[in-house]
């Protein structure tokens, strides 16, 4: 009568220690490092730059703060999932003309709420996700990739709006 509860000894442990691996795995991989907020001022160029360092560095409050309020929980999902982004290059901004309706020539899938300026950065970067994330929107690898921001006025901050494919 003894043994029985035995049996279920071995593979509780075995449970309880894949739980432990899962939880460090998780605490060292969620640590985050705070990036430097550009200035008002900063070009879109830098703020791709804050950005996405924001985003490989798993600062959550200055990813956020860099976009307009549409795409912040798109922002938050990015930032819990990535676990690294490398050899990353930002390119030049390309001025993208409103049309007539006040949607642009891009192939965005948020259209800004605003007529404010629009421009489109494009970066290449190597993407590693996370073990256990939910996010699927481009595999692993080089990618070409493209942030849309907008500003309301001349002297206002960049903030990205939107993003995609190169």
Known sequence: MEKEPRRFVAPLLGLVAILVVVAMYMMATTTSKDVDMPAD?????????????????????????????????????????????????????????MGVTGSTSLRSSAEPK?????????????????????????????????YFLVRESPMGPWRVFDEGNG
Not at 45 to 72: G, M, W
Not at 124 to 145: C, Q
């Open 114 to 146: 605003t007529s404010g300026e629009v421009v489109r950065v494009p970066v290449t970067f190597n993407l590693e996700w996370r073990l256990f994330r939910a996010d699927d929107s481009i595999p692993e690898g080089t990618t070409d990739w493209g």
């Open 41 to 97: 001022d900063a070009s879109p160029e830098q703020v791709v730059t804050a950005y996405v360092e924001a985003l490989d560095s798993h600062d959550c409050d200055t990813a956020e703060a860099l976009v307009t309020a549409s795409k912040r929980d798109g922002t938050e999902a990015w930032c819990r999932n990535v676990r690294d982004m490398t050899e990353i290059q930002v390119g030049s901004h390309v001025v993208e003309q």
